[in-house]
């Protein structure tokens, strides 16, 4: 079967999946080919299955069809068709090799559904995976099997959802998901295997534009730096693939990021990574005309929608239950207000509020009234405005100033403003502007001071 040009309009133009599938499931170190060939694949699988009927849960992939998904493509006269040299051969052999080889490991229960020690079912991706060398394809059917089984309060109310692994890849409404998405094409242009993977990881924070995750997450969860020799040249690898993705660029030559930042904080042997980002959606091919307002109408509905998830999604981790994991907070009302706060300001501000309300344990009345104050007195609109708002209120904190000025005059005492400091010091200047607010009683002005106190105590106590 000869899978030519034409036959690509039928494919798949973004991969989109659930943003734990890569957490259950690990794929290992894929080569570049590899990797194409397997998110190629997974974004094909992608909502063909509603149904348990055994016969319409098997999907068939001609090599020439692979290869085309893979951007594998040599021209015959001026037509496009799947390169299906030795190379390519080899690389779907790997392909098979390995996926048959991924599984996801959950608990055995007893009969009183207690975990039983040490003893693990092996829930496969796949159910099928198999090729006919003859004809040339591959066989595949995912698996149907339960990887998170369903959790009931007294009163018979879900609180965790049953989850098949079939539903990684397939939603009747992906809205009601956390998904991540990035466009195939994009993705299948890229030389690196490393550069492949940091962009699976900037595409699920793309509305962000920042990230800080540990190193041992980013060199060996996420890179798969997996050997002595290979964490030994992170910083070249990582250099590169921040280089390679920083030259990315659409079918239209339209760049994908305009910035792409990577620091390390902390210390030498202790440390995170943070990656500073320009916001992307370039490399999402959408189905819309482009006809100027029309085509900005779309893009604008598209990132709001994406904004209001991840506000969400912070959201419900600040205010949610940690056991049963309902966020009595989450009312129709709270949403109404986040999305009235995002129609003037980004959502990565709102985000920092949730994570300072959070860090405090205060409830949605403290984020709003924070909000208030960056909206109305300070102005803040963009992450930008924020970073710098707090830079000039630190300078400005002379409490906070002198303070560190003494341990600077201490040549027996080194201030790391680590992350986690910062977000301290974000708490403090928080906490000050509060003080300055002549509405509030005796009771609750002691208490601020008394959080003061507690949190100058935390910064500075342990030098």
């Known amino acids: ?20 599938m890569p957490a259950i499931f690990d794929f290992g170190d894929l080569t570049a080919s590899e990797e ?30 692979i290869a085309l998904l893979a951007g594998n493509i040599q021209k015959r006269n001026g037509i496009e068709y799947g390169n299906l040299d030795q190379k390519f051969k080899k690389s779907i052999d790997g392909f098979l090799d390995n996926l048959q080889a991924v599984y996801y490991l959950v608990p055995k229960l007893d009969k009183n559904k207690e ?20 004809e040339k394809f591959i066989e595949v059917k995912i698996s149907e099997e339960i990887y998170q089984r369903e959790v009931l ?9 049953e989850k098949r692994v079939i539903d990684l890849f397939n939603s009747i409404n992906w809205a009601d998901t956390q ?27 793309r509305s962000t534009g920042w990230i800080i995750k540990p190193s041992k997450y980013i060199e060996e969860d996420i890179l798969k730096l997996n050997t002595p020799a290979k964490r030994k040249k992170r910083n070249a690898i990582i250099d590169n693939a921040v280089a ?3 030259e990315l660029k659409n079918e239209k030559g339209d760049k994908i990021f305009e910035f792409i930042n990577v620091t ?5 042997k202790d440390y995170q990574y943070r990656f500073d980002f320009s916001k992307f959606t370039l490399d999402l091919p959408r189905n819309v005309k482009e006809s100027g307002g029309q085509l900005e109408k779309v893009m604008k509905k598209n990132q709001q929608k994406i904004d209001f998830m991840v506000v969400m999604n912070k959201f419900n981790l600040v205010f949610s239950d940690p056991i049963t994991k309902i966020n009595p907070a989450n009312t129709k009302a709270n949403q109404s207000t986040l999305k009235r706060f995002l129609e003037v300001m980004d959502a990565d501000v709102i985000v920092e509020a949730l994570e300072k309300t959070g860090v405090a344990n205060k409830g949605f009345g403290y ?38 000025n003494e341990l600077r005059n201490d040549t027996h005492k080194v201030i790391d403003i680590t992350e986690e400091n910062a977000l301290i010091l974000n708490q403090i200047k928080e906490v000050s502007i509060r003080l300055n607010d002549v509405s509030l009683t005796t009771f609750e002005k002691s208490e601020l001071e008394k959080t003061r106190e507690f949190l100058m105590s935390e910064l500075f106590g342990t030098y």
């Open 264 to 268: 390390k904080v902390g210390t030498k």
């Open 179 to 205: 998904y991540l998405e990035f466009g195939r094409k994009i993705h299948n242009s890229l030389k690196s295997k490393y550069s492949m993977r940091l962009y699976h990881l900037l595409a699920e924070f």
């Open 244 to 246: 390679e993705l920083s």
């Open 1 to 20: 079967m000869m899978f030519q040009e034409k036959e690509r309009k039928k494919l798949q133009e973004v991969i989109k999946y659930e943003r734990q």
């Open 115 to 134: 975990v039983i020690p040490n003893s693990y079912k092996r829930i496969p991706l796949f159910a099928t995976l198999a090729k006919d060398s003859q």
């Open 36 to 65: 194409k060939i397997t998110y190629s694949i997974l974004g094909e699988l992608r909502d063909r299955f509603y149904t348990n009927e055994k016969a319409e849960t098997f999907s068939r992939f001609y090599f020439n069809e």
């Open 367 to 404: 984020a709003v009234n924070i909000l208030k104050n960056w909206r109305d007195v300070q102005k803040i609109k963009t992450f930008q405005d924020l970073q710098k708002y707090n830079a000039e209120y630190f300078l400005a904190n002379s409490e906070t100033q002198k303070k560190v």
């Open 153 to 161: 309060d007294d009163f018979g109310n879900v609180l965790v959802p």
